[in-house]
């Protein structure tokens, strides 16, 4: 009884999480970059420091 009720039970969680995967969207950004004046933006202006461009170079092989 404990086994079919345990079962049952992973059964009904399966099925919500199919349920709610199909109407999980994550919606497409317009822009890939942050918005001017954001901390995270990258300023053209200025070079890129040592420890800048060492990440820069470890991102290529992705």
Excluded: W
Aim: hydrophobic fraction near 35%.
């Amino acid at each position: 009884m404990r086994d079919s009720l345990s079962r049952l039970l992973r059964m009904c969680a399966n099925a919500l999480i199919a349920y709610g995967q199909m109407y999980f969207v994550i919606p497409s950004p317009d822009n890939a970059e942050p918005d001017r004046g954001h901390y995270e933006r990258m300023p053209c202006d200025r070079p890129l420091t040592d420890t800048e461009k060492a990440l820069a170079r470890q991102l290529e092989d992705l």
